[in-house]
């Protein structure tokens, strides 16, 4: 946790860190308001599934997580089931 600390210190003193992706990794969506688009699979959770839905509009770089996810999901779901996916 200290080193974790110690690194995000550095980049924003550095101007590397991104602030809004840093505070979506750490808290997930905090919105109240519901997701319109069905949960495509049952071993997706319903927070996981509205996550997903903010993460794909938080910056370019993760646009398109929705329909890989969605157009891969066994593969997904392999990864998910994962003992260890990282």
Known sequence: MYSFQMVTMIMDGDKELNKVE???FL???T???AVEA?????WLSENGWKD???LNGLNESWHGVVDNVT???KAWQEW???ESPE
């Open 22 to 24: 840093m505070d979506f």
């Open 27 to 29: 808290k997930g969506n």
């Open 31 to 33: 919105s109240l308001e």
């Open 38 to 42: 069905k949960k495509p699979f049952v």
């Open 52 to 54: 997903m839905q903010k």
């Open 71 to 73: 157009k891969n999901g």
């Open 80 to 82: 998910y089931d994962h």
